[in-house]
């Protein structure tokens, strides 16, 4: 029990101390106008209250990943909780508040703008294609994962049979919708109450071990196996923990996300409650699930053996209907499934926004919003189609490498105007690593490599990269005056 609440008391330290030290390097503008006023039209930009625009985006960067993540990564014992505190804190929020903040600057620009604009037109375009595809396999994921497990949940707990492929319709119909609405007719109305239903099944579920006769939270563990890799299958930690803990560490696919945010927020002030404040609570949400796995099954033998029947979902099942009965039970179990239903269809909403930016279309009319955005829909849906396990190992190396080109765009800004980016530099430093080595000694996803080997490189890579970005970025900007052309005319008069 202490171990789990230290973690979570350092977690909110970190957003106190920690974001308090990032939002200070950034720099913020209270006076500056937003891009929900400047360019405001109903659609995507539209001004929404700090506490709303928080639930949805911590419901937008919450799918699947900081449930499934952390029950994967639970199988290496408390280090994946050790991973959770210290990539959230120092990564991921990092990761979440430039992503946010750097669109605001950028007059709402989605992640490819940012980063063609610190790290050149090269990169603008291999970010243009790579969010697509992981935003595409996003969609499918946060498709095929909710799907199977209302199929699951009808199945079991009632008369009535559903099959998985008539649910996928059913989402993707809902998808396809709320893609195309304005941005407060749907997810800004709703996604609020979707976040408190989030919240309370989190609280509902660690309540219950910590009260219950019968289970104990993380009870035989200390602190010192944090540091020991336990894994029952003998997997390396390194550097796959890594790769498997995303969404509840850092995630590349909340890049995507923040500057739908962004598009809302009404002051720079608001952007450390919502854009680092959200990725704190994602870390709470993945602890607590961490937590669950490592403490209702009794031992990592059990563990295994009930992701291996059923795979992570299989354990939000059983242990939602374990811990809280059958309402409960239910209820904590629509709380996971709507996770990845909140965050699907914002998948697809970035999608849409990230090729109107490319291809110049305006999307306040609802004709060139379908223009943009039924090609995504017929790809996804053909997507669905393929294995669900394929689809995930993609989407984790997808989501890590995106993360890595954030982190090193946020480095490019901060050197460019002479701040301190080892804030970000240090995480994309790492993850770097972590991303090479794990592509080329992975033998399903990459190239095969033993670890050494693979390790060696990426380490090499990385200060490659590292001298790189310093090399084309330092001092390239006025630090005096760091506005972009847009924002100089969108100023309030005293800030000009």
């Not at 008391?9 to 891009?35: C, D, H, M, S």
């Not at 707990?157 to 609405?181: D, H």
């Not at 979902?313 to 996971?336: D, Q, R």
Request: charged share 10%; proline share 4%.
């Amino acid at each position: 029990m202490m171990m789990f609440l230290f973690c979570v008391a350092a977690l909110i330290a970190g957003y106190f101390i920690y974001g308090a030290f990032v939002e200070k390097v950034f720099g913020i503008n209270e006076n500056r106008t937003t891009p929900a006023y400047s360019k405001q039209d109903g659609v995507d930009y539209v001004p929404m209250s700090n506490k709303k625009v928080y639930l949805v985006q911590l419901l937008n960067i919450a799918g699947v990943g900081p449930i499934f993540g952390p029950i994967m990564g639970a199988l290496y014992g408390p280090a994946a909780m050790l991973w959770i505190v210290l990539g959230c804190i120092f990564a991921g929020a990092v990761h979440d508040y430039f992503s946010g903040m750097l669109s605001i600057r950028n007059g709402g620009a989605s992640v490819p703008s940012i980063t063609g604009r610190y790290l050149g037109k090269g990169a603008k375009h291999f970010m243009n294609v790579f969010a697509i595809i992981l935003l595409l396999l996003v969609g499918v994921v946060f498709v095929s994962a909710p799907a199977g497990m209302i199929s699951n949940l009808v199945n079991e707990q009632s008369n009535f049979s559903v099959s998985m492929g008539t649910m996928v319709v059913v989402i993707f119909a809902y998808y396809i919708l709320a893609t195309l609405v304005p941005v407060d007719k749907i997810i800004g109305r709703f996604y609020p109450l979707f976040g408190f239903l989030l919240i309370f099944m989190s609280v509902g579920l660690i309540s219950a071990i910590a009260f219950s006769s019968d289970y104990s939270i993380l009870s035989g563990y200390q602190f010192s196996d944090m540091f020991t890799n336990m894994n029952p299958n003998d997997l390396p930690l390194w550097p796959a923990l890594f790769i498997t803990i995303a969404c509840g560490a850092i995630s590349g696919f909340h890049a995507t996300q923040s500057p739908l945010m962004a598009r809302c927020i009404e002051n720079e002030k608001n952007g450390r409650f919502v854009f680092f404040g959200a990725m704190i609570g994602e870390g709470v949400i993945a602890l607590i699930w961490c937590a669950i796995a490592l403490s209702f099954f009794g031992s990592m033998d059990a563990l295994s053996d009930a992701v291996a029947n059923g795979g992570p979902g299989n354990v939000v099942y059983s242990s939602s209907f374990g811990l809280l009965g059958v309402f409960g039970g239910i209820i904590a179990f629509l709380g996971v499934v709507i996770l990845p239903i909140t965050s699907g269809d914002t998948a697809f909403r970035s999608s849409r926004l990230i090729l109107a930016e490319y291809f110049n279309v305006e999307q306040k009319t609802l004709k060139n919003r379908l223009l943009m955005a039924m090609p995504l829909f017929v790809i996804g849906g053909i997507l669905t189609q393929v294995d669900f396990g394929i689809i995930w190992r993609y989407f984790g190396f997808a989501n890590q490498t995106t993360a890595v080109m954030m982190l090193w765009t946020a480095s490019a800004y901060l050197l460019r105007f002479n701040k301190f980016h080892w804030i970000t530099t240090i995480p994309a430093m790492f993850m770097t690593t972590v991303c090479i080595t794990f592509i080329l000694n992975n033998s399903t996803l990459g190239f095969g490599l033993p670890m050494q080997t693979s390790t060696i490189i990426g380490v090499v890579a990385m200060l490659f990269i590292t001298g790189y970005v310093i090399k084309i970025s330092k001092g390239k900007g006025d630090p005096e005056f760091d506005q972009t052309e847009e924002d100089k005319l969108n100023a309030k008069p005293e800030t000009v």
